[in-house]
């Protein structure tokens, strides 16, 4: 559900939460969301509907255990558990796996062995996300009476203005090209690994999460731009809005995958 105050209009997409209905349900709320609430000039090239692919399994779907390539990664997948912004195990998340399509995992395992000689390394909260566990957030977004995560991951904003640009109704996660990290320093035996200091934490939804915030001091920006760095030299790029969000892209134009259901596990 959408509603824009200001202009006084809303929609309502009711489904019966099957798998089909729900992908359906995906792709109308982006389609109208874009349409009518979202800065068409922010996202040109998501105006096509999103396709929902019909793999069934992680390798139909091309998609590898990051821990494959890099047995030793570390990772806190966030939606697996409960300690993330809808406060419960997010649907399609039966394991906390890291899973992407493989041009992005190896793209990933080589910014991860460029930091290591560094003192450096990259920790990882989400990587593909099943577009049940999409729709469950959409879900999350519409339950005006959930307000149990406020404080902490969206004490500035109400749930509606979350949609525009800190949750995606379609989101590139779901096509297995997207990450969210962050970065460690380690001891120099690679040990005693410390977050550094982003200025707020993983899903923190406000401007304060903006990779450019000027509220960030010198030393949160400095790390943030280190990442950035990193993670650009491997082919990622950042979303503004939310410092540890990349996105794999081997072209600016490179037409964008399918999006994929296979649960994580
Ligand atoms: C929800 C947050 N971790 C995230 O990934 N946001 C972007 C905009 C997305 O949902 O794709
Ligand atoms: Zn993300």
Redesign the pocket.
């Known amino acids: 559900m959408f509603f824009d105050a200001e202009k006084k209009y809303g929609f309502v997409v009711i489904t019966n939460g099957s798998r089909g209905e729900e992908a359906f349900r995906t792709a109308v709320n982006r389609a109208l969301h874009e349409h009518f609430i979202a800065d068409p000039a922010a996202e040109p090239a998501a105006a096509a509907a999103p396709v929902v692919s019909d793999a069934a399994t992680r390798a139909e779907a091309g998609l590898v255990d990051i821990r494959e390539l890099v047995p030793d990664i570390s990772q806190s997948i966030a939606y697996a558990g409960s300690d993330n912004f809808v406060g419960a195990p997010v649907d399609g998340y039966e394991a906390p796996r890291c899973w992407l399509k493989r041009d992005a995992a190896e793209a990933l395992a080589r910014v991860d062995a460029a930091l290591r000689p560094r003192q450096l390394r990259l920790h990882v909260f989400?990587c593909y996300r099943p577009a049940r566990a999409v729709a469950h957030f959409m879900r999350w977004v519409e339950d005006a009476d959930d307000l149990a995560t406020k404080a902490t991951h969206y004490p500035d904003l109400d749930k509606p203005q979350l949609l525009e640009?800190?949750?995606?109704p379609v989101?590139?996660?779901s096509r297995g090209g997207?990450v969210?990290l962050t970065l460690l320093r380690c001891d120099a035996d690679g040990n005693d690994c410390e977050p550094l200091d982003m200025g707020t934490g993983f899903?923190f939804f406000g401007t304060r999460a903006n990779t450019d915030s000027p509220d960030a001091s010198p030393g949160q920006r400095a790390n943030r731009q280190l990442l950035v760095e990193a993670m650009k030299d491997g082919g990622f790029h950042n979303?503004p809005m939310?410092w540890w969000?990349y996105t794999f892209a081997t072209s600016p134009d490179s037409a964008p995958g399918p999006l994929y259901d296979v649960p994580v596990r």
Do not use: L, Q, V
Not at 165 to 168: D, K, L, P, S, V
């Open positions: 989400d640009g800190y949750i995606a989101s590139g996660h997207t969210d899903d979303h939310e969000h």
